[in-house]
């Protein structure tokens, strides 16, 4: 049975943060993940990785063809969700449109904001997560570091990652809509990874009045606030210190909501109605979606910011066309390799039988030097046997053959044998 590439999954533009989340899975569940769709599919899945951001769960996957049509299925129940839910948001690529598509996704061309580089790093841990589940072969292994060069010579060769205007950027943005000068704002932070250290960078760097750091795991807090004179606070005090805040940006792994509706209401009434803005880039979602509706407070999703962002990105795009004709050829390279791989067990065939042939001769040789015949004349031999047995299946197949199938042949045999006159 063939073994063909596949992608599968949605992204930003085929499926909203609602959809989205309901599929999101953290770092920790990517080897159950990857143990339950190889135990469901057993064989026919051979190799497997799973990405999954803020903007994107994909499976890439080697497997039998038939795979694509189940994974759908595998999708929404591993989610404990309906198919049909899931289905209008989902996309499939198969052979060289799901090498073309991890290639466009690692170089940012696929991303929410063009160019930007953590999609790279992000999927770079998505492969160590596969290898360590023991889901990566070669054919994988080799899609990922070429996906991982052909990222590199994109970046290297174009202005794809000029200009970039960050999430981060964004929301300091967004937050200066409303309340204009930062400097008098207290800025509060959830969560301690990448995105909330760009974020801080951002804010510290209009110096407002004051920065706290909530997180789960408080020494990783007070590491990422010592980087930006911040303070911390712990994540059980959000209750009665929310209403301090004027712009609260929130990313965590958590899988259910942190701040509700609950909550909010009552730090907005201590706050005696003045505004607050809340930026939630966490997906899926640190702030209940019913936030929003509150007189006061201004909420942003993860999808809100890029929009904001994708008006910012003129200037890139003339690097678009350039970074997809690198991404061309290096598809049709990769294709290549796959092809030639398809034929490497009849290359190792062929070699077999050849070093079956190689020792029966020698073998006839070495008895005909032990009865004492002249090495002259046993050379002479090794070369006939060699020779009649190499040919013997070409010249057999040839000479029962009649026809089209005879043309075929002949022409042909300028390429299988360079040396042989191919008279007619």
């Given at each position: 049975m063939s073994v063909d590439v596949l992608t599968f999954g949605l992204n930003h533009v085929s499926a909203p943060v609602s959809v989205r989340e309901r599929v999101s899975m953290p770092l920790e569940v990517l080897r159950p993940a990857l143990d339950g769709l190889r135990s469901a599919f057993g064989p026919a899945v051979k190799e497997a990785a799973i990405l999954s951001t803020c903007n994107r769960t994909e499976i890439y996957c080697a497997a039998e063809p038939q795979v694509s049509e189940q994974l759908p299925a595998w999708m929404a129940d591993f989610n404990r969700?309906?198919?049909g839910s899931l289905r209008p948001h989902l996309y499939q690529y198969q052979q060289n449109e799901a090498v073309r598509h991890a290639f466009r996704v690692a170089s940012g061309l696929d991303s929410m904001?063009?160019?930007?580089?953590?999609?790279?790093?992000?999927?770079?841990?998505?492969v160590r997560a596969a290898n360590e589940a023991g889901a990566l072969g070669t054919l994988l292994h080799q899609l990922f570091q070429r996906t991982f060069s052909v990222a590199k010579e994109v970046r290297s060769q174009?202005?794809?990652?000029?200009?970039?205007?960050?999430?981060?950027?964004?929301?300091?943005?967004?937050?200066?809509?409303?309340?204009?000068?930062?400097?008098?704002?207290?800025?509060?932070?959830?969560?301690?990874?990448?995105?909330?250290?760009?974020?801080?960078?951002?804010?510290?760097?209009?110096?407002?009045?004051?920065?706290?750091?909530?997180?789960?795991?408080?020494?990783?807090?007070?590491?990422?606030?010592?980087?930006?004179?911040?303070?911390?606070?712990?994540?059980?005090?959000?209750?009665?210190?929310?209403?301090?805040?004027?712009?609260?940006?929130?990313?965590?792994?958590?899988?259910?909501?942190?701040?509700?509706?609950?909550?909010?209401?009552?730090?907005?009434?201590?706050r005696r109605h003045r505004p607050m803005v809340m930026v939630d880039l966490a997906v899926p979602r640190d702030i209940e979606t019913e936030v929003g509706r509150l007189g006061d407070v201004y909420l942003y999703t993860v999808d809100d910011l890029g929009r904001m962002v994708q008006s910012g990105t003129d200037a890139r795009r003339a690097a678009v066309v350039q970074a997809e004709a690198i991404i061309e050829t290096r598809v049709q390279n990769f294709m290549h390799w796959l092809h030639n791989r398809e034929i490497v067990p009849a290359i190792v065939d062929l070699h077999q039988a050849a070093d079956q042939v190689r020792l029966a001769e020698l073998e006839r040789a070495r008895r005909m030097l032990a009865r004492g015949e002249s090495a002259e004349q046993v050379l002479e031999q090794l070369?006939?046997?060699?020779?009649?047995?190499?040919?013997?299946?070409?010249?057999?197949?040839?000479?029962?053959?009649?026809?089209a199938e005879r043309e075929q042949l002949l022409a042909l045999l300028p390429r299988l044998l360079p040396n042989a006159q191919n008279r007619r």
């Amino acid at each position: 049975m063939s073994v063909d590439v596949l992608t599968f999954g949605l992204n930003h533009v085929s499926a909203p943060v609602s959809v989205r989340e309901r599929v999101s899975m953290p770092l920790e569940v990517l080897r159950p993940a990857l143990d339950g769709l190889r135990s469901a599919f057993g064989p026919a899945v051979k190799e497997a990785a799973i990405l999954s951001t803020c903007n994107r769960t994909e499976i890439y996957c080697a497997a039998e063809p038939q795979v694509s049509e189940q994974l759908p299925a595998w999708m929404a129940d591993f989610n404990r969700l309906e198919a049909g839910s899931l289905r209008p948001h989902l996309y499939q690529y198969q052979q060289n449109e799901a090498v073309r598509h991890a290639f466009r996704v690692a170089s940012g061309l696929d991303s929410m904001v063009l160019g930007e580089p953590q999609i790279l790093g992000q999927m770079k841990e998505a492969v160590r997560a596969a290898n360590e589940a023991g889901a990566l072969g070669t054919l994988l292994h080799q899609l990922f570091q070429r996906t991982f060069s052909v990222a590199k010579e994109v970046r290297s060769q174009t202005a794809i990652g000029a200009h970039s205007v960050s999430m981060a950027a964004a929301a300091v943005r967004l937050a200066e809509r409303v309340f204009g000068d930062l400097s008098q704002a207290n800025v509060l932070f959830i969560g301690a990874g990448e995105m909330i250290e760009l974020c801080a960078t951002h804010f510290a760097a209009l110096t407002p009045k004051q920065l706290m750091v909530a997180n789960r795991t408080l020494e990783r807090g007070e590491q990422l606030a010592s980087r930006f004179m911040a303070k911390t606070m712990k994540l059980s005090d959000l209750p009665e210190r929310l209403a301090e805040f004027d712009v609260i940006v929130s990313c965590t792994a958590s899988s259910l909501p942190i701040l509700g509706l609950g909550m909010v209401e009552r730090a907005t009434r201590l706050r005696r109605h003045r505004p607050m803005v809340m930026v939630d880039l966490a997906v899926p979602r640190d702030i209940e979606t019913e936030v929003g509706r509150l007189g006061d407070v201004y909420l942003y999703t993860v999808d809100d910011l890029g929009r904001m962002v994708q008006s910012g990105t003129d200037a890139r795009r003339a690097a678009v066309v350039q970074a997809e004709a690198i991404i061309e050829t290096r598809v049709q390279n990769f294709m290549h390799w796959l092809h030639n791989r398809e034929i490497v067990p009849a290359i190792v065939d062929l070699h077999q039988a050849a070093d079956q042939v190689r020792l029966a001769e020698l073998e006839r040789a070495r008895r005909m030097l032990a009865r004492g015949e002249s090495a002259e004349q046993v050379l002479e031999q090794l070369a006939h046997g060699l020779t009649q047995k190499y040919l013997h299946g070409p010249l057999a197949t040839l000479n029962q053959s009649q026809g089209a199938e005879r043309e075929q042949l002949l022409a042909l045999l300028p390429r299988l044998l360079p040396n042989a006159q191919n008279r007619r």
